[in-house]
Nanobody, 122 residues
Framework: QLVESGGGTVRTGASLRLSCAPSERPFYREDVAWFREAPGKEREFVAQRRRDGHLYYGDAVKGRFTMSRDSAKNTVYLQMNSLKPEDTAVYSC??????????????????WGQGTQVTVSS
């Protein structure tokens, strides 16, 4: 089980930082990712941090979003800068022991958080 926080409503160009913490598993053993889902659209891959620290980003967020981990707090973050209205979605974090080359597919992940709403107004 994962718990996200940090969503909210902001204006175009603003920043937000989302947090995700597991209720039980230590994140250093897991591949952890962020996905987002906007109304009427499929769930979209945002970013992943592998156990070894390697990072992947979706094309729509490259250069604007940064995923990181605080080992001491066992928490991962998604720093979102230069937000746009098209970033509006429910953002969820997900985890799995190993995702391989299909890391961008939601089906690769065993457990999910409940999601947090991010709304960007123009």
């Amino acid at each position: 089980q994962l718990v996200e926080s940090g969503g909210g409503t902001v204006r175009t160009g603003a920043s937000l930082r989302l947090s995700c913490a597991p209720s039980e598993r230590p994140f250093y053993r897991e591949d952890v990712a962020w996905f987002r889902e906007a109304p009427g659209k499929e769930r979209e891959f945002v970013a992943q941090r592998r156990r070894d620290g390697h990072l992947y980003y979706g094309d729509a967020v490259k250069g604007r979003f940064t995923m990181s981990r605080d080992s001491a707090k066992n928490t991962v973050y998604l720093q979102m800068n230069s937000l746009k209205p098209e970033d509006t979605a429910v953002y969820s974090c997900a985890g799995d022991r190993y995702t391989g080359t299909d890391y961008y597919k939601p089906d690769e992940y065993d457990y999910w958080g409940q999601g947090t709403q991010v709304t960007v107004s123009s």
